[in-house]
């Protein structure tokens, strides 16, 4: 079975800080990894992804994550954080087989604040 | 830019009531997925529909839920009998092809009284 993992449901960093969202997953086949954003009253959008190929993605918005086996990792970071960052974000996994009928299975979520 | 629609926004219901949560889908996407997401709870898969049939539920997704694509726009989910539980934000999603991006609606807030 696949799971994911986020730690921290609350983060808060200043305006210009790096962003760290850190997102662990659980899965026995090869996993494709999400990173989706909701802003309030939105559905939720992609900021990025990672099916094969490079390890480190990068997003919309100057975010990227980096996809790492070896601690079944796929943290999100932006360099520098901006007032319009401030949203909730999750992290999903889906299973690579070819028996998969592409459902997502999701993180609890990570709220960011950004402060001024 | 296409985007998924969901309508309505928010439904209340009586506890017992049936609700049909409305969905239209990109126009040129093939697979179809509801989730949930129970208030301070993760998101959660409900269903996936490819090719006019259910492709994967999961085991929220019981008999009192069904869903239907009764033309070639809508996505529809229906809630027979809505209990207390069933109060959450549902999302609907498309996508082009298997295990590929999901797009995702706004979603409908459905609270049962």
């Known amino acids: 079975a696949q799971s994911v993992t986020q730690l921290g449901s609350h983060v808060s960093v200043s305006e210009g800080a790096l962003v760290l969202l850190r997102c662990n997953y659980s899965?026995?086949?090869?996993?494709?990894l999400f990173w989706y954003v909701q802003y309030p009253n939105q559905g939720l959008q992609l900021l990025l992804k990672y099916t094969t190929g490079a390890t480190l993605v990068k997003g919309i918005n100057g975010f990227e994550a980096e996809f790492k086996k070896s601690e079944t990792s796929f943290h999100l970071t932006k360099p520098s954080a901006h007032m319009s960052d401030a949203a909730e974000y999750f992290c999903a996994v889906s299973a690579n087989y070819g028996g998969s009928q592409g459902n997502l299975i999701f993180g609890k979520g990570t709220k960011l604040s950004v402060k001024p | 830019e296409p985007e998924v629609t969901q309508t309505p926004s928010h439904q209340v219901t009586q506890m017992g009531q049936e609700v049909i949560l409305r969905c239209v889908p990109i126009s040129n996407h093939l697979y179809f997925y509801w989730y949930r997401q129970i208030l301070g709870q993760k998101v959660e898969f409900l269903v996936s529909f490819y090719n006019n049939e259910i492709s994967e539920k999961s085991e929220i997704f019981d008999d009192q839920f069904s869903v239907e694509r009764p033309d070639g726009s809508n996505f529809t989910l229906k809630i027979r009998s809505t209990k207390l539980e069933d109060s959450a934000m549902y999302f609907c999603?498309?996508?082009?092809?298997?295990?590929?991006?999901?797009?995702f609606g706004p979603g409908t807030r459905l609270t049962v009284l």
């Open positions: 899965s026995s086949v090869p996993p494709y």
């Open positions: 999603a498309s996508s082009t092809r298997l295990v590929n991006e999901q797009f």
